[in-house]
């Protein structure tokens, strides 16, 4: 069990020398976070034992540590930490930064010290040490009342994004009173290794991984080439519906959908006879996702208009009004606010008696309340405080329309065995300009255990079904991972 801290945050060590303070350091993060007046005495001096060079080494630590807090790095400060006016600039720092500050307070006894400074080859002398040791006992007495943000004992500690602070209690809460929650894999990357050649097996062998593991649905990202958060305009990527028609195919159980489709690439009513025929061809497991639409360039790149925000919502609002009447039967004319179909009609009408429609989109003024209205479900994205704000004002549009719509949530993520392989993984896939720290936290990269408890986190806020993007889904392997996450709620 390890205590979680914040990414990033700012760790004081503070106690006297040979109490432990480099050890633990070294054990619990990187070199590069750790900033030592130990080797920085090295690098302005003679060695790391070069007393002479402590000033100079003391003036570069506080620069080196400054120019991190400022670009918000956690950043570890390994010296004696016994100078509470310096304590005090380093907790002012990080406050300007809006970032934790945290004291690790280092109460070796004073025997066990002296017995570790005598094994040393080059050892502090005993005068220095026994002022160290009168300067700490001081130190102990206030430290709890200076201001940091927590004052702790050197325990185990992991750095963790923000999302998983609460985790461990919430992967806990899950094993001792666990709840259902559905999991639905999204497609948004289809660079294989192997060109386009490569990706029909590619994501034969991801579908069926991904029903093996327990996935309750497969959502493909509905657009026309890659998106900018995601890569390259040039990248391979298919259309959307024709990748699901082929994943009914090779799939028996998932359900199969986008997530989601903008209400301006195609016909609605020309969409509504694609949605039912992929409903009919997958013996009932369709799923039929809408948005607003909004990349501009996808639009100018393939000739089509991109109306006005305004004009996208009566669009959408007439799609999610029309799609039931035509998948419904007979042939009834429909005529919204700007769609006009003479003859609403669809054969083969879907084998489901009621095409979920899931509505994407956070907006809370007029996304979620058509969502309300209308839709099965509205998908969000966003933190857990932004998660547990939606579902409550979902919940009061709800309660006006006189509906129940459920809540699902989208997010990236990077799953590892171990905290261990979570920093492996991050290493090897963080793009070469971005901190490990930043990347951690834009895929939520975290243990099976960590991601146990954000979904339990997320569950409890009001999320139904949990579809994750997966940073690194380039073969089966991620998803025989996830499969312990799913087996979790089930």
Known sequence: M???????????????????????????????????????????????????????????????????????????????????????????????????????????????????????????????????????????????????????????????????????????????????????????????????????PALRQIAEAAESAGFDAIYTMDHFRQIPQLGRPWEDFPESYTTLAYLAGYTERVRLGTLVSGITYRNVAHLGKTVATLDVLSQGRAVCGLGLAWFRDEHRAYGWDFPSVPERYALLEDALRLLPVLWGPGAKPFKGKVLDVPEAMCYPRPLQKSIPIIVGGGGEKRTLRLAAMYGAAANVMGDLETVRRKARILGEHCRRAGRDVRLTHLSTVLAGADAQHVADLVDRLRPRRQGAARFAESVNAGTVADHIGRCRDLADAGVSEMMVRFADLTDPGPLELWAKVIAAFR
């Open 2 to 200: 390890s205590i979680r801290l914040p990414s990033p945050c700012v760790i004081v060590l503070v106690g006297p020398g040979a109490c432990g303070k480099s050890t633990w350091a070294a054990t619990h993060f990187p070199a590069g976070e750790i900033v030592s007046s130990d080797r920085l005495r090295s690098m302005v001096g003679e060695g790391e034992d070069d007393i002479a060079a402590s000033s100079d080494a003391l003036a570069l630590l506080e620069t080196v540590v400054s120019r991190r807090i400022a670009r918000r790095l956690t950043t570890v400060i390994d010296t004696l930490g016994l100078d509470a006016e310096r304590r005090r600039h380093w907790r002012e720092l990080a406050r300007a930064q809006d970032m934790p500050c945290v004291a690790v307070a280092f109460d070796t006894p004073v025997a066990e010290c002296r017995a570790r400074n005598r094994s040393r080859s080059k050892r502090i002398p005993a005068e220095v040490l026994a002022g160290q040791f009168r300067a700490w006992a001081r130190t102990r007495d206030v430290l709890a009342d200076e201001g940091f943000d927590q004052v702790l004992t050197p325990e185990p500690v992991r750095v963790v994004a923000p999302e998983f602070l609460t985790a461990q209690a919430a992967a806990e809460r899950q094993s001792v009173r666990p709840v259902s929650l559905r999991f639905g894999l999204h497609l948004g990357r289809f660079d294989f290794t192997g060109g386009a050649a490569a990706m029909a």
